[in-house]
């Protein structure tokens, strides 16, 4: 019976680099594609096959994708070095999409991609670099039955709850809104956290009564794992930049889709051009989340 055995991962970031390693920890014989030679020196001084060259992954049971946007993932999938370029004849890799990216995306991929031999399943994950760390992430499934099953056991290595949303894209779309939610709720919630010690009221008296309340969320569950999720994508002021790209893609592509759909979204925006607009108030308003302090 068909399995797979060997994975290449193309970008080993943040999220890459820990997903890598929980792959290999289930069993399974990884190589690093990165073109950053700090992330490949890392891996290889723990053993692991490590590369800049795209053509590389061709051979690999399954290719997953975690890169930053669509003119990367393209570059590294359709290029003139890029994966579809160098498919041995008759292999029949499955390409998984874990990265956040439009449905249309990857219906732009399909067609190519499934020209070389390859299967194309949509898997973007939630739950942070912790849930990446330590394998409990929420991975988000979308493609034709067979291939999701193929990739199912690859997938559980790296996360502990996987859902199959339906056809190629539908998981992005999950994915896209579940991101939309969770950035709205990470500002707000550090301007509530801001406004209760502002009035006395520190975030961890506060987050006991929320965590029974209807104003609970995934960060006001648990005071100390509510700031360590905030610290975990921004330790200072000075590293904001990174996640603000991050973030502002999320929102961006949750109005793409309301535009695709004529639904007007009139809160994501106000949300989308605060985030855009407003960096310096923004960083430290997230830093300061992250960081206990007396109230006021």
Same mark, same amino acid.
């Given at each position: 019976?068909?399995?797979?055995?060997?994975?290449a991962?193309?970008?080993?970031?943040?999220?890459?680099?820990?997903?890598?390693?929980?792959?290999?920890?289930?069993?399974?014989?990884?190589?690093?594609?990165?073109?950053?030679?700090?992330?490949?020196?890392s891996?290889?001084?723990?053993g692991?096959?490590?590369?800049?060259?795209?053509?590389?992954?061709?051979?690999?049971?399954?290719?997953?994708?975690?890169?930053a946007?669509?003119?990367?993932?393209?570059?590294?999938?359709?290029?003139?070095?890029?994966?579809?370029?160098?498919?041995?004849?008759g292999?029949?890799?499955?390409?998984?999409?874990?990265?956040?990216?439009?449905?249309?995306?990857?219906?732009?991929l399909?067609?190519?991609?499934?020209?070389?031999?390859?299967?194309?399943?949509?898997?973007?994950?939630?739950?942070?670099?912790?849930?990446?760390?330590?394998?409990?992430?929420?991975?988000?499934?979308g493609?034709a039955?067979?291939?999701?099953?193929?990739?199912?056991?690859?997938?559980?290595?790296?996360?502990?709850?996987?859902?199959?949303?339906?056809?190629?894209?539908s998981?992005?779309?999950?994915?896209?809104?579940?991101?939309?939610?969770?950035v709205?709720?990470m500002?707000?919630?550090?301007?509530?956290?801001?406004?209760?010690q502002?009035?006395?009221?520190?975030?961890?008296?506060?987050?006991?009564?929320?965590?029974?309340?209807?104003?609970?969320?995934?960060?006001?569950?648990?005071?100390?794992v509510?700031?360590a999720?905030?610290?975990a994508?921004?330790?200072?002021?000075?590293?904001y930049?990174?996640?603000?790209r991050? *973030?502002a893609? #999320?929102?961006?592509? @949750?109005? /793409? !889709?309301?535009?695709? +759909? $004529?639904l007007?979204t009139?809160?994501l925006?106000?949300?989308?051009?605060? *985030?855009?607009? #407003?960096?310096s108030? @923004?960083? /430290? !308003?997230?830093?300061? +989340? $992250?960081?206990?302090s007396?109230?006021?």
């Amino acid at each position: 019976m068909e399995s797979i055995k060997t994975v290449a991962f193309i970008g080993a970031g943040n999220m890459g680099a820990p997903m890598a390693r929980c792959a290999r920890r289930g069993g399974f014989d990884i190589t690093i594609c990165d073109r950053n030679p700090a992330v490949r020196e890392s891996f290889e001084r723990e053993g692991v096959r490590t590369t800049a060259d795209m053509t590389d992954c061709a051979a690999a049971d399954a290719i997953i994708v975690l890169l930053a946007n669509d003119a990367q993932i393209k570059d590294a999938l359709l290029g003139e070095r890029g994966l579809v370029s160098a498919i041995p004849a008759g292999h029949r890799p499955t390409v998984c999409m874990m990265s956040t990216t439009l449905p249309d995306t990857l219906h732009t991929l399909q067609a190519p991609l499934a020209a070389a031999g390859a299967r194309l399943v949509d898997a973007p994950v939630s739950g942070g670099i912790v849930g990446a760390q330590e394998g409990t992430l929420t991975i988000m499934l979308g493609g034709a039955e067979a291939d999701v099953e193929l990739a199912r056991p690859l997938m559980r290595a790296m996360g502990n709850r996987l859902f199959h949303c339906g056809v190629l894209g539908s998981a992005q779309v999950a994915k896209i809104i579940n991101n939309m939610l969770c950035v709205t709720n990470m500002y707000l919630t550090a301007e509530a956290i801001e406004l209760a010690q502002a009035h006395g009221v520190a975030f961890e008296s506060l987050a006991p009564i929320l965590a029974v309340s209807t104003g609970m969320n995934f960060l006001t569950a648990d005071a100390a794992v509510g700031r360590a999720q905030y610290r975990a994508w921004s330790p200072t002021e000075a590293a904001y930049p990174d996640i603000h790209r991050i *973030v502002a893609k #999320d929102l961006h592509l @949750a109005l /793409a !889709l309301g535009d695709q +759909a $004529g639904l007007e979204t009139g809160m994501l925006r106000q949300v989308s051009n605060y *985030v855009d607009e #407003d960096g310096s108030k @923004a960083a /430290a !308003l997230w830093t300061r +989340a $992250g960081h206990t302090s007396s109230p006021a």
